[in-house]
């Protein structure tokens, strides 16, 4: 009778960590988005739209495009391989950081030993000064006038950057739902967070 409530009691430990686990798994990113337009983007005049070859990870470069064509039509724009206005290069892909933690002085009260018996004091210990590795996922759109990548022919930029452990191509969708929000307007820096259910 023993060893079966000790098995049940595993049991409910090992549910009751992974419910834990999955509650822990996160539900909103947090980003860094920043665009510019050109002076001359005349986006209600150039509605059509098609993509240059992308760069970055294969996989993911197959998936972006249809995620910014989704988002461009939303806004009324049109898709048009034949005859576009403008066109669309893409950039993404994940690169690592090094950073260092800040160093800390940590006051801990102890009890030094006196003739009389103990007396209180103060040590400071140091914490921190060790370095960790971040991981920021990056995407990054730029238009073009029909006449390609030349001089002068950028009408608009924009770039979207996210840190956190999970694969870029899990959180693509919030990434081009932020980068794009505010498109065809170039808004400068901004922060944002959208919920990862909302844009998957």
């Known amino acids: 009778m ?10 409910l430990l090992g549910m009751t960590c992974l419910c834990w686990m999955a509650g822990c798994a996160p539900t909103h990113i947090a980003m860094q988005v920043e ?12 509605k059509r739209f098609s993509f240059l070859p992308p760069e970055g ?29 403008i ?16 160093v800390v002085s940590r006051p801990v009260p102890v009890l030094m030993p006196s ?6 004091d103060t040590h400071y210990v140091i914490e921190g000064g060790g370095y ?10 730029d238009v073009f006038g029909a006449a390609g990548q030349k001089p002068g022919n950028k009408l ?34 901004s922060r944002m967070t959208l919920k990862l259910n909302e844009c998957r």
């Open 2 to 11: 023993a060893a079966k409530r000790t098995f049940l009691f595993r049991a």
């Open 35 to 46: 665009s510019h337009a050109a002076p001359n983007f005349n986006a209600s005049a150039q």
């Open 57 to 85: 990870e294969k996989s993911l470069t197959q998936k972006l495009p249809v995620l910014i064509r989704s988002e461009m039509e939303k806004k009324g724009f049109v898709h048009d391989d034949r005859n576009p206005n």
């Open 87 to 102: 066109l669309v290069a893409v950039k993404a892909g994940t690169t690592t950081e090094k950073r260092r933690e800040p």
């Open 115 to 120: 003739r009389e018996g103990g007396s209180p």
């Open 132 to 141: 960790y590795t971040v991981q920021i996922r990056q995407i990054r759109m």
């Open 156 to 189: 608009w930029q924009g770039e979207v950057s996210s840190e956190g452990d999970e694969d870029i191509g899990e959180i693509a969708g919030c990434l081009v739902s932020g980068l794009l929000r505010d498109y065809p307007a170039g808004r400068g820096k």
